[in-house]
């Protein structure tokens, strides 16, 4: 009777573990979904802010998932990129790099990550390239090529570095005929792509073809 017992009571326990988790998971792609809206339609600093609040309150619920990370600190980025006031900027960069570290910490070499961090360092390079040329170029390069041979498929390498190369100067190694191969390339990978979900990373795409247009293509 008591082994009986202990055994209904672990199966019930089962149960309700089961069915938290799948009650949690029917949470996490709608919350996340909200989050993709919010920071699709964001176009100033305190909009690309609220997306990444609203993915960080995410990833406090969900410290095994490293997508919320990655969106808070994609949604800082862009803050930083419409923000005007430098050391703003230097802030909001700041804060995304510490975000894609928590991403790391659950998802080790993962291609994704590691091109976001070569878009931030890179970024943040633009704050003060005189300064900080010399030793952020060749770390934002490097975080781009590991994401590269991490994964050769994922188009989004190959936008953030056509994008460098464009607006780098020509005396540089940069200019619109060193952007167009790499970007070139990049529109490949973008047709080849299929999504691994609907929540996993998908943009780029439409920034990439406007700069093959500048390019000339």
Same mark, same amino acid.
């Given at each position: 009777? =008591?082994?009986?017992? *202990?055994? /209904?009571?672990?199966?019930?326990?089962?149960?309700?573990?089961?069915? %938290?988790? #799948?009650?949690?998971?029917?949470?996490?792609? $709608?919350?996340?979904?909200?989050?993709?809206?919010?920071?699709?339609? @964001?176009? #100033?600093?305190?909009?690309?802010? +609220?997306?990444?609040?609203?993915?960080?309150?995410?990833?406090?619920?969900?410290?095994? !998932?490293? &997508?919320?990370?990655?969106?808070?600190?994609?949604? /800082?980025? /862009?803050?930083? &990129?419409?923000?005007?006031?430098?050391?703003?900027?230097?802030?909001?960069?700041?804060?995304?790099?510490?975000? +894609?570290?928590?991403?790391?910490? *659950? #998802?080790?070499?993962?291609? !994704?990550?590691?091109?976001?961090?070569?878009?931030?360092? &890179?970024?943040?390079?633009?704050?003060?390239?005189?300064?900080?040329?010399?030793?952020?170029?060749?770390?934002?390069?490097?975080? +781009?090529?590991? @994401?590269?041979?991490?994964? $050769?498929? /994922?188009?989004?390498?190959?936008? *953030?570095?056509?994008?460098?190369?464009?607006? %780098?100067?020509?005396?540089?190694?940069?200019?619109?005929?060193?952007?167009?191969? =790499? &970007?070139? %390339?990049?529109?490949?990978?973008?047709?080849?792509? %299929? $999504?691994?979900? !609907?929540?996993? $990373?998908?943009?780029?795409?439409?920034?990439?073809?406007?700069?093959?247009?500048?390019?000339?293509?």
């Amino acid at each position: 009777m =008591i082994m009986k017992t *202990i055994k /209904n009571l672990f199966i019930c326990l089962l149960v309700l573990t089961a069915t %938290t988790a #799948s009650a949690d998971e029917g949470k996490f792609v $709608p919350a996340m979904k909200k989050g993709l809206e919010l920071l699709s339609t @964001a176009k #100033s600093p305190d909009q690309f802010q +609220l997306a990444a609040n609203h993915f960080g309150r995410i990833a406090s619920a969900e410290t095994k !998932e490293w &997508l919320p990370l990655y969106y808070a600190a994609y949604s /800082n980025l /862009n803050a930083g &990129l419409t923000e005007t006031d430098k050391t703003k900027q230097d802030e909001l960069y700041d804060r995304a790099l510490s975000q +894609l570290k928590g991403a790391e910490a *659950i #998802s080790k070499e993962n291609s !994704e990550i590691l091109a976001m961090q070569g878009y931030v360092v &890179l970024m943040k390079l633009a704050v003060d390239p005189m300064v900080r040329g010399m030793s952020m170029m060749p770390e934002g390069m490097a975080l +781009l090529d590991k @994401a590269k041979k991490v994964d $050769p498929k /994922n188009p989004r390498v190959y936008l *953030i570095e056509g994008q460098f190369k464009f607006y %780098t100067p020509e005396a540089y190694g940069g200019g619109k005929a060193a952007a167009r191969p =790499i &970007l070139q %390339t990049g529109k490949e990978k973008y047709a080849a792509e %299929t $999504p691994a979900s !609907e929540i996993a $990373p998908q943009w780029g795409k439409q920034r990439l073809e406007q700069l093959l247009k500048l390019c000339g293509e």
